[in-house]
């Protein structure tokens, strides 16, 4: 990995890395602020995207384009789109899709005008390690990072890792109904978010290999606002900061 873009969403999910950086240099451009410097050895630019489908294009676009980045990692949390998969569980997309592109009956519903593609594949080798760095959270971090305070607050066992298909929407889930309904119309859905499948648009275009990874923080049903306020209050930095320490310490 020659530069390696790392984009959130929430200011919570990336303060522990911005501190961790050696020679930290922040730029301001288009209202974001792009942090560089060395992330345990490797040459990275942090910089959180805000949320929805247009801020994550952005966001993507200018790291490549205006920052040099050869490789883009996507951490953050998401709702669960499953039932097997639960809060405090892990999610590394293989593949991302739209859920709220719909271009029919001129094109087929879901699929990207022009691209032939509905579904955008993950970098396969950025992924794999993600996989051992999410598989080295659990296994070595999970009990010391997070306390059995917050481990009882969350009802949190030993969190799974999942690998599969994660979908992107402009729309924060927050009914029974509706993730359901998505579950069926995307077979395989693992978990929603807002971001992930535009930076797959983009790096599809741009030529760069990237890799998506999810927190679960809440079930996309009823409860979701409040589970995810809390979630990303309290512990969603911890699962963040270490998956990408030991991501880049490989
Ligand atoms: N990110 C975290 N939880 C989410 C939800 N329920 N819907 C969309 N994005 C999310």
Known sequence: IKRLGII????????GLI????????VMHGMRDYTA?????????????????????????????????THILFTGVAGSGDAGVQVGDIVIAESLVQHD???SPLFPRYEVPLTGLSRFQSDAALSRQLGWAADSFVDVDFLTAIGGQERRDFRLG???????????GDQFISSRAH?????????????VEMEGAAVAQVCFELGIPFAVIRTISDN????AAIDFLRFVKSVAARYAFHIVRRFCQQ
């Not at 959130?8 to 303060?15: D, T």
């Not at 030993?158 to 992107?168: N, T, W």
């Not at 996309?220 to 409860?223: I, L």
Request: proline share 2%.
């Open 101 to 103: 592109m719909d271009a």
């Open 220 to 223: 996309a049903n009823e409860d």
């Open 158 to 168: 030993q969190p799974k890792v999942h690998r599969g298909l994660i979908a992107s």
């Open 19 to 26: 501190q961790a950086m050696d020679g930290a240099a922040t």
């Open 179 to 191: 993730i359901d309904s998505l579950n069926v119309s995307h077979p395989g859905l693992l978990a």
């Open 37 to 69: 410097g060395r992330l345990w050895g490797i040459d990275a630019v942090c910089v959180l995207s805000r949320i929805g489908k247009v801020a994550a294009s952005m966001t993507a676009t200018m790291l490549v384009e205006k920052f040099g980045v």
């Open 8 to 15: 959130s969403a929430l200011h919570e999910e990336q303060q």
